[in-house]
């Protein structure tokens, strides 16, 4: 389904000699609308039929859709109305892509089967009026909301200083009356780039900015998705009547892991402010009807606790299978058929892709039931091996944003055998020379690796998606194309 403009784009010369669209399912246009109503609702022949492709862009920049059956639909819908509480008199308002991902079905699918009223909010809208999030829930007086990691940076920063014009009423001193988050019960982003620090800092930001109108700090909660399942776990925070009353589901905890014990695929819990620790978030409650389980991405084998490890996961709203336009989907059909090599062989699961652990916790929900936290440490197919161990890029990248004020945001890659570092500055072309030794030495002395090449760009050239994932492999490439355009380039071969 699309609008007329790409229908005729897609029609087009220009696109036939880049794909051919005669081999794609048939193109819906939803500017032409039947005028009739359809003599009767649409059954599929078998539960497993196709009932959607998911269309997005990996972290790698392949564009690949996900296949989702019928009953998988069904399934992911019933998962998240039980959650999520949703209900006719419940109304949502989304802040995420609205045509593919946890976003699609939210808006789409979710509303259709729950009933409830979905608000769209469009992300790219927020880009020119950050306060726009802000306006519809508090002018609808939303009880519920679903957003991603971009929509809430965007918020944080646009929205900062403003806190205390918006309790009087609008930016700009318009009179639309108080701006209110109040009655928020539930705030949940959705992102796949499950950072540590980063991801914990812009939570607090988020719920101390918006704390002054009302939100309180416990409504705002995390969810975790991938390919292979879109939702794994999805945070039901919702307070009750008063805030006091506390929440359906317990806190989000926090743990701090020995960044060098992970190095070796291992997991050993430390205090915090000991040294070389990393604080990692949970992703949120396990949704209902999946199962998790942590096996070793080589040997397939199941992993105990103090082990890390590829998430597996099995569920009834699993995707199918992969759909590209280029015919090589079956390449990675163990993505969504894999069985472990011993122990439960029979169970049929899907690889995430993402590496974590879980964490039989103290804690208990609303029904007394013991509640597993899941923490995820970072995509596999973005670990570096080098010197014969697993690093992960955003470690790397966190500890060398925090060398100085003026680096913005930073990616890493390797190059051959050189780690390359390339870091965004916010300030004079005269301090890019400055970074340099600041940048090797950090990764010296935190990770004990020699930085091959430091690359200084400006504002902006690092790519990241609309779900806040850094297009790693999009900047090397952009690298080795001698493209990115940069203040300053330093070898150390």
């Known amino acids: 389904m699309t609008s007329q403009v790409i229908c005729k784009l897609l029609r087009s010369k220009e696109a036939?000699?880049?794909?051919?669209?005669?081999?794609?399912?048939?193109?819906?246009?939803?500017?032409?609308?039947?005028?009739?109503?359809?003599?009767?609702?649409?059954?599929?022949s078998h539960p497993d039929t196709l009932a959607y492709l998911d269309f997005s862009v990996s972290t790698t920049g392949m564009l690949a859709g996900v296949k989702m059956s019928h009953t998988a639909?069904?399934?992911?819908?019933?998962?998240?109305?039980?959650?999520?509480?949703?209900?006719?008199?419940?109304?949502?308002?989304?802040?995420?892509?609205?045509?593919?991902?946890?976003?699609?079905?939210?808006?789409?699918?979710?509303?259709?089967y729950s009933g409830h009223q979905s608000i769209l909010i469009p992300p790219s809208e927020l880009e020119v009026n950050p306060?726009?999030?802000?306006?519809?829930?508090?002018?609808?007086?939303?009880?519920?909301?679903?957003?991603?990691?971009?929509?809430?940076?965007?918020?944080?920063?646009?929205?900062?200083?403003?806190?205390?014009?918006?309790?009087?009423?609008?930016?700009?001193?318009?009179?639309?009356?108080?701006?209110?988050?109040?009655?928020?019960?539930?705030?949940?982003?959705?992102?796949?780039?499950?950072?540590?620090?980063p991801r914990i800092a812009l939570t607090q930001s988020f719920s101390k900015l918006f704390k002054d109108l009302g939100l309180h700090p416990r409504a705002v909660s995390t969810s975790f998705g991938?390919?292979?399942?879109?939702?794994?776990?999805?945070?039901?925070?919702?307070?009750?009547?008063?805030?006091?009353?506390?929440?359906?589901?317990?806190?989000?905890?926090?743990?701090?892991?020995?960044?060098?014990?992970?190095?070796?695929?291992?997991?050993?819990?430390?205090?915090?402010?000991?040294?070389?620790?990393?604080?990692?978030?949970?992703?949120?409650?396990?949704?209902?009807?999946?199962?998790?389980?942590?096996?070793?991405?080589?040997?397939?084998?199941?992993?105990?606790?103090s082990h890390l490890g590829e998430i597996w996961v099995h569920s009834g709203h699993n995707a199918s299978g992969y759909f590209t336009v280029?015919?090589?989907?079956?390449?990675?059909?163990?993505?969504f058929n894999s069985r472990l090599s011993f122990g439960d062989t029979q169970t049929v699961w899907a690889?995430?892709?993402?590496?974590?652990?879980?964490?039989?916790?103290?804690?208990?929900?609303?029904?007394?039931?013991?509640?597993?936290?899941?923490?995820?440490?970072?995509?596999l197919d973005e670990a570096m091996e080098l010197r014969g161990m697993r690093y992960h890029p955003i470690d790397i990248e966190t500890s060398v944003i925090r060398t100085h004020k003026s680096i913005t945001e930073c990616a890493v890659f390797t190059w051959t055998n050189l780690l390359v570092v390339v870091v965004e500055l916010d300030g004079s072309e005269q301090e890019a020379l400055d970074l340099v030794p600041l940048v090797t030495n950090v990764v010296l002395e935190e990770h004990y690796l020699i930085v091959g090449v430091v690359v200084v760009v400006d504002i902006g050239v690092i790519p990241i998606n609309s779900r806040g994932e850094?297009?790693?492999?999009?900047?090397?490439?952009?690298?080795?194309?001698?493209?990115?355009?940069?203040i300053y380039v330093a070898y150390n071969m």
């Open 16 to 44: 036939s000699a880049a794909v051919d669209v005669r081999t794609w399912p048939p193109v819906l246009d939803t500017d032409d609308l039947p005028k009739k109503r359809p003599p009767q609702l649409y059954k599929p």
């Open 73 to 112: 639909t069904s399934a992911f819908c019933r998962s998240i109305k039980l959650q999520c509480e949703l209900y006719p008199s419940r109304e949502v308002a989304i802040c995420l892509d609205p045509y593919c991902g946890l976003g699609f079905v939210l808006w789409c699918l979710c509303s259709v």
């Open 131 to 197: 306060a726009l999030w802000l306006l519809a829930v508090s002018q609808y007086k939303v009880r519920d909301t679903f957003c991603s990691y971009s929509v809430m940076e965007l918020c944080t920063k646009g929205l900062g200083l403003q806190t205390d014009s918006l309790k009087l009423g609008s930016p700009g001193g318009s009179s639309l009356g108080a701006w209110s988050c109040g009655r928020v019960r539930r705030c949940v982003w959705w992102w796949r780039r499950h950072s540590l620090e």
């Open 226 to 305: 991938c390919r292979v399942n879109l939702a794994i776990c999805l945070q039901p925070h919702r307070l009750g009547k008063l805030a006091d009353q506390g929440t359906s589901g317990p806190d989000p905890t926090t743990v701090f892991v020995d960044m060098r014990a992970l190095r070796h695929d291992r997991v050993r819990l430390v205090e915090r402010g000991s040294p070389h620790s990393l604080p990692l978030m949970e992703s949120g409650k396990i949704l209902p009807g999946v199962r998790i389980i942590i096996a070793n991405p080589e040997t397939k084998g199941p992993l105990g606790d």
């Open 326 to 335: 280029y015919g090589d989907e079956a390449l990675q059909s163990d993505h």
């Open 351 to 379: 690889r995430t892709g993402y590496l974590g652990f879980l964490r039989r916790t103290e804690l208990t929900d609303a029904s007394g039931e013991r509640h597993d936290a899941l923490y995820v440490v970072g995509a």
């Open 470 to 486: 850094k297009q790693r492999m999009h900047l090397r490439d952009g690298f080795l194309a001698d493209q990115l355009d940069p």
